[in-house]
């Protein structure tokens, strides 16, 4: 199975983040579809996917929940971009969390990609580049949870295989 892990969009976010305009023609992602990715794991057993649920859930407790800013909503990754993305600040907080991640699938055997992590939340896949002009935030993305989702190859919508909520914030 295709899968990764992600922080999933709230449902209320989702709504509001649907309604922002992008470039035409594109295909937009579904709002129960909209995710920040951490790591895109490619192809995986079942089973070995089943056997990182005990260090995820333990890396959710041991995470507390924050908020996110999302500034704008533009090309991505930049001018000319094949994709219109919500782009997200890299709070302190989100890049421990992507770090302590990292850690756990290092430990597993999972070779990082060489990427730099650029987060964002892909709003539609556009047919061809854009140089559309970004559209102003900003929105607060919650982040309550973790999840490893599946990506059928067919490019239907993904499927939540598993999901850890992250500790409550202190009062």
Same mark, same amino acid.
């Given at each position: 199975?295709?899968?990764?892990?992600?922080?999933?969009?709230?449902?209320?976010?989702?709504?509001?983040?649907?309604?922002?305009?992008?470039?035409?023609?594109?295909?937009?992602?579904?709002?129960?579809?909209?995710?920040?990715?951490l790591a895109?794991?490619?192809?995986?057993?079942?089973?070995?996917?089943?056997?990182?649920?005990?260090?995820?859930?333990?890396?959710?407790?041991?995470?507390?929940?924050?908020?996110?800013?999302?500034?704008?909503?533009?090309?991505?990754?930049?001018?000319?971009?094949?994709?219109? *993305? +919500?782009? $997200?600040?890299? =709070? /302190?907080?989100?890049?421990?969390? #992507?770090?302590? %991640?990292? !850690?756990?699938?290092? *430990? +597993?055997? $999972?070779?990082? =990609? /060489?990427?730099?992590?650029?987060? #964002?939340?892909? %709003?539609? !896949?556009?047919?061809?580049?854009?140089?559309?002009?970004?559209?102003?935030?900003?929105?607060?993305?919650?982040?309550?949870?973790?999840?490893?989702?599946?990506?059928?190859?067919?490019?239907?919508?993904?499927?939540?295989?598993?999901?850890?909520p992250l500790?409550?914030?202190?009062?």
């Open positions: 199975m295709r899968c990764f892990i992600a922080v999933p969009v709230s449902a209320t976010l989702a709504v509001t983040l649907g309604q922002v305009p992008g470039p035409d023609p594109g295909r937009t992602v579904a709002a129960a579809d909209l995710h920040l990715t895109f794991l490619g192809e995986r057993r079942e089973a070995w996917v089943r056997s990182l649920w005990p260090s995820l859930a333990e890396l959710a407790a041991a995470s507390r929940a924050f908020a996110l800013t999302l500034p704008e909503a533009g090309p991505f990754p930049g001018p000319g971009g094949r994709f219109w *993305a +919500a782009r $997200v600040t890299p =709070e /302190p907080a989100l890049t421990d969390l #992507h770090a302590r %991640l990292w !850690r756990v699938l290092a *430990a +597993a055997g $999972v070779e990082r =990609e /060489p990427r730099p992590f650029l987060p #964002h939340v892909t %709003l539609a !896949r556009l047919a061809r580049p854009t140089r559309a002009a970004p559209v102003a935030g900003p929105w607060q993305m919650p982040v309550t949870s973790l999840a490893v989702h599946e990506s059928p190859p067919d490019g239907g919508g993904y499927r939540v295989l598993r999901e850890w500790a409550r914030p202190r009062p």
